[in-house]
DNA sequence: CCTTGTGAAGCTGTTCACAGCC
DNA sequence: GGCTGTGAACAGCTTCACAAGG
């Protein structure tokens, strides 16, 4: 029994660090891409070069899941592949409802990338009574009172906002009532759940933003009349 | 390159950590709400209950910029607004070009989110001859071939790729040749630039595998066989 | 030989707790 | 008294380098 004091109330124990999840996908697809191209067995050299990772990493990154690999000759696709695919949580399918049939919204339900990867799209939901009853990539458009009937009758547990700022605390509301207990949010503000839903969120000006601070380091070696003061 | 002398031994010639810059925009957004509710002052609690940090986080981050708040008073909202725009570049307009104009593409270049930030879309491009010409989001579509062109005349640093990823490494390496030196990629693909070119990542269907590992876990504390082994 | 798997070292980021100053 | 600014402790992640084992 491995009981540790958490400190202040902290952490449970976590198998899989963090880290190490969020790369987890990457290597999956990378594996996939090798299958694809009938490569049966890879090194941890080849494996990360096509994530983008280092080899030490990726080791250390598997060696989390299990012995997977065969010292001295690397390891085998399809196997590892379905490993990983277990681990987080792929052999099974994931139904998503979607909040805010904006462009973003729309954008995103007609979006390839997520049906290999075992999710898909399953509900539109939109708080305009105008959109409400379209069919936006195949979906009719539900009202937001129709919310927890949608997520009960599909097994919904992960949500993605797509709506204005304004909207989004209310949305995560109504998703976290109906029963939903992972958000995906596009919008730009700090939500509030329980402690018990897992919030993920996407801030696609603040991308733009690290991206103009590092171009203005870069031309501001030059130009930037701000000096950097030395006592 | 400017060289700071490392004031302590600890962080040294690389001034703001990178987690403090991916903070700064998240601050900056805080402090435009206060500002606009009239709020002319207030304490590291307030801004980062609003940012959604914790205050010793948030007063560590501001340090590494300087020392813009009064002890046992707070920070004046509109200094210190100033003085972060000014640390992450918002002080000037960035141009961005965004090639692929697609689903995804196309709700981008309608994202009103960024205007406010200092950021633009400013010119689109796309590979196929049936997009070229014409409007989205009031601009026109150019053609990859005017890629140098757009890139020169409007003085872009910054380009955006959400594109297929079949193609995003062409796409990648003609932004490149263009003189486009930061890069947000939404493409699914690990991209192949120079040193000098830095690139951020956005892979939508990662951000949900990642809750997917998540809810198994949640949904598997009582399935889950996988047993804790002891030495 | 070869490449994996992993302790250990090193580094980065976070949190604590209190000195410093208003 | 109250709040900022910050050294120091701590936690987590990355990298190294080598033992383990095919």
Same mark, same amino acid.
């Given at each position: 029994?491995? /009981?540790?004091?958490?400190?202040?109330?902290?952490?449970?124990?976590?198998?899989?660090?963090?880290?190490? /999840?969020?790369? !987890?996908?990457? @290597?999956?697809?990378?594996?996939?891409?090798?299958?694809?191209?009938? *490569?049966?067995?890879?090194?941890?050299?080849?494996?990360?070069?096509?994530?983008?990772?280092?080899?030490?990493?990726?080791?250390?990154?598997?060696? @989390?899941?299990?012995?997977? #690999?065969?010292? $001295?000759? #690397?390891?085998?696709?399809?196997? !590892?592949?379905?490993?990983?695919?277990?681990?987080?949580?792929?052999?099974?399918?994931?139904?998503? *409802?979607?909040?805010?049939?904006?462009?973003?919204?729309?954008?995103? =339900?007609?979006?390839?990338?997520?049906?290999?990867?075992?999710?898909?799209?399953?509900?539109?939901? &939109?708080?305009?009574?105008?959109?409400?009853?379209?069919?936006?990539?195949?979906?009719?458009?539900?009202?937001?009172?129709?919310?927890?009937?949608?997520?009960?009758?599909?097994?919904?547990?992960?949500?993605?906002?797509?709506?204005?700022?304004?909207?989004?605390?209310?949305?995560?509301?109504?998703?976290?009532?109906? $029963? %939903?207990?992972?958000?995906?949010?596009?919008?730009?503000? /700090?939500?509030? *759940?329980?402690?018990?839903?897992? %919030?993920?969120?996407?801030?696609?000006?603040?991308?733009? +933003?690290?991206?103009? @601070?590092?171009?203005?380091?870069?031309?501001? =070696? =030059?130009? &930037?009349?701000?000096?950097? *003061? +030395?006592?």
């Amino acid at each position: 029994m491995t /009981v540790l004091r958490t400190p202040r109330g902290g952490a449970s124990d976590r198998g899989v660090p963090d880290a190490t /999840v969020a790369r !987890l996908p990457l @290597y999956l697809r990378a594996l996939t891409e090798l299958s694809d191209q009938g *490569v049966a067995t890879c090194s941890s050299q080849d494996l990360s070069s096509a994530a983008g990772v280092n080899p030490a990493k990726l080791r250390k990154d598997l060696s @989390y899941l299990g012995s997977y #690999g065969t010292r $001295g000759v #690397g390891y085998e696709v399809e196997y !590892l592949r379905y490993q990983i695919a277990r681990e987080i949580g792929q052999t099974q399918e994931w139904a998503v *409802v979607l909040v805010g049939v904006g462009n973003l919204g729309q954008a995103l =339900s007609n979006y390839q990338g997520f049906t290999p990867r075992g999710i898909h799209v399953a509900a539109l939901v &939109d708080a305009d009574p105008a959109r409400v009853g379209t069919t936006v990539a195949g979906l009719t458009v539900s009202a937001m009172a129709d919310l927890p009937a949608v997520v009960a009758e599909r097994g919904i547990s992960i949500g993605i906002i797509a709506t204005p700022a304004e909207a989004a605390q209310d949305v995560a509301d109504a998703l976290v009532a109906a $029963g %939903v207990t992972s958000i995906l949010n596009f919008a730009p503000v /700090v939500l509030d *759940v329980p402690d018990n839903v897992d %919030v993920r969120k996407v801030d696609l000006s603040i991308e733009l +933003q690290i991206l103009a @601070y590092h171009e203005q380091r870069k031309a501001g =070696s =030059s130009l &930037d009349p701000v000096l950097e *003061v +030395q006592v």
